[in-house]
């Protein structure tokens, strides 16, 4: 009897001894997740794929919290990917994955992968314009990206008949030189942003398409003629006469009670640059008052060869818009500037 029950015992016990091994071959054959990297990657995901590890149930993958300084497990798979949804636009994330394999009530997991840094895609660039620009470059701006690293931008080759990249910036804001005059260019421009060398591109932005001054004789022609703005915040028409030696003057001739006679003149220096005539008013005299003061304002305008008229490429109230230069080779007659004010006074041309 002893002896029967002394084999029962070591039959029992070398069945544990196996089945105990068993569960420790099964936890080392257990390995460690490979190859973790992403794809499909946008503003606000990215899909997360691995190797499939031998003899593993599913994986449980992990995101990295800063503000708890630790990974937290975000998913349980049965699969080798995993796309994470409802991330920030142009933000840094860190995630692993480890594998695991029930038996019964155990459960046994692997090592965790390598760390795997990446960053979601920039936002879409957008507002992309030119409010300055002369006949040999275009200045581009547009709204800045949050988050972003720097902007690439891209202007059309027709030749290839593709884009090419031509210049990078760190602001929201880029002088294209060495253009031609008179020729419409097409540009865009997309963010990107740098985590750990490595760079993550946005989408890129709608075409822009914008065309440098044309080569005009712009001072022969102002030496010839007068320009006239009739002002919107008074009723008032302005002449502007040009003189060869780089001065003007620019009468103001009140078109309201006192029908259209001159009450003030504002003199000062000029000069043309790229096509653009930089204006500098120095002195203010009142006829009604006698009295005179210096002053210092300045502004700027361009002829438009496609309109036929000058603009300005000035900034006002808060917002881009253009102010139209009406031309005139004769002056207005004292009897006309009412009438002519009337009719021009609608001169400023919204962007």
Same mark, same amino acid.
């Given at each position: 009897?002893?002896?029967?029950?002394?084999?029962?015992?070591?039959?029992?016990?070398?069945?544990?001894?196996?089945?105990?091994?068993?569960?420790?071959?099964?936890?080392?054959?257990?390995?460690?997740?490979?190859?973790?990297?992403?794809?499909?990657?946008?503003?606000? /995901?990215?899909? *997360?794929? @691995?190797?499939? !590890?031998? +003899?593993?149930? %599913? &994986?449980?993958? =992990? $995101?990295?919290?800063?503000? #708890?300084?630790?990974?937290?497990?975000?998913?349980?798979?049965?699969?080798?990917?995993?796309?994470?949804?409802?991330?920030?636009?142009?933000?840094?994330?860190?995630?692993?994955?480890?594998?695991?394999?029930?038996?019964?009530?155990?459960?046994?997991?692997?090592?965790?992968?390598?760390?795997?840094?990446?960053?979601?895609?920039?936002?879409?660039?957008?507002?992309?314009?030119?409010?300055?620009?002369?006949?040999? /470059?275009?200045? *581009?701006? @547009?709204?800045? !990206?949050? +988050?972003?690293? %720097? &902007?690439?931008? =891209? $202007?059309?080759?027709?030749? #290839?008949?593709?884009?090419?990249?031509?210049?990078?910036?760190?602001?929201?804001?880029?002088?294209?030189?060495?253009?031609?005059?008179?020729?419409?260019?097409?540009?865009?421009?997309?963010?990107?942003?740098?985590?750990?060398?490595?760079?993550?591109?946005?989408?890129?932005?709608?075409?822009?398409?914008?065309?440098?001054?044309?080569?005009?004789?712009?001072?022969?022609?102002?030496?010839?003629?007068?320009?006239?703005?009739?002002?919107?915040?008074?009723?008032?028409?302005?002449?502007?006469?040009? &003189?060869?030696?780089?001065?003007?003057?620019?009468?103001?001739?009140?078109?309201?009670?006192?029908?259209?006679?001159?009450?003030?003149?504002?003199?000062?220096?000029?000069?043309?640059?790229?096509?653009?005539?930089?204006?500098?008013?120095?002195?203010?005299?009142?006829?009604?008052?006698?009295?005179?003061?210096?002053?210092?304002?300045?502004?700027?305008?361009?002829?438009?060869?496609?309109?036929?008229?000058?603009?300005?490429?000035?900034?006002?109230?808060?917002?881009?818009?253009?102010?139209?230069?009406?031309?005139?080779?004769?002056?207005?007659?004292?009897?006309?500037?009412?009438?002519?004010?009337?009719?021009?006074?609608?001169?400023?041309?919204?962007?």
């Amino acid at each position: 009897m002893k002896k029967t029950l002394s084999v029962l015992l070591s039959l029992i016990m070398a069945i544990s001894v196996v089945s105990g091994t068993q569960t420790v071959a099964l936890a080392a054959s257990l390995g460690q997740v490979k190859g973790l990297a992403y794809s499909n990657l946008t503003t606000t /995901s990215v899909k *997360l794929k @691995w190797k499939k !590890v031998s +003899n593993a149930g %599913g &994986y449980y993958v =992990y $995101k990295y919290y800063k503000s #708890k300084n630790e990974y937290k497990k975000i998913a349980t798979v049965k699969s080798t990917n995993y796309t994470v949804k409802k991330l920030k636009t142009g933000t840094t994330y860190r995630f692993t994955v480890k594998a695991y394999k029930k038996s019964g009530k155990k459960t046994t997991k692997g090592k965790m992968s390598s760390k795997l840094c990446l960053s979601t895609k920039p936002a879409k660039v957008k507002g992309l314009v030119s409010h300055i620009y002369d006949t040999k /470059s275009i200045t *581009l701006t @547009w709204s800045k !990206v949050a +988050n972003a690293s %720097g &902007y690439c931008i =891209y $202007k059309y080759n027709p030749s #290839k008949k593709k884009y090419e990249k031509i210049t990078e910036v760190k602001s929201a804001k880029a002088k294209i030189s060495s253009l031609s005059s008179g020729k419409s260019y097409k540009f865009k421009v997309r963010a990107y942003r740098t985590v750990e060398k490595k760079r993550y591109y946005g989408d890129y932005s709608a075409v822009y398409t914008k065309s440098t001054i044309a080569n005009t004789d712009v001072k022969q022609k102002l030496l010839n003629g007068y320009l006239y703005i009739g002002s919107p915040q008074s009723p008032q028409l302005e002449e502007i006469a040009f &003189y060869s030696d780089g001065t003007f003057i620019q009468y103001l001739y009140d078109c309201g009670f006192s029908n259209g006679n001159l009450y003030a003149y504002i003199s000062g220096t000029y000069n043309i640059v790229n096509g653009i005539v930089k204006m500098h008013e120095t002195y203010y005299y009142d006829y009604d008052s006698g009295a005179s003061w210096n002053t210092d304002s300045k502004w700027n305008f361009y002829y438009d060869s496609n309109k036929n008229y000058f603009r300005s490429t000035d900034y006002y109230y808060g917002d881009w818009c253009y102010v139209r230069y009406y031309y005139k080779t004769s002056p207005v007659s004292k009897a006309d500037r009412v009438s002519y004010y009337q009719s021009h006074i609608c001169n400023e041309i919204w962007i």
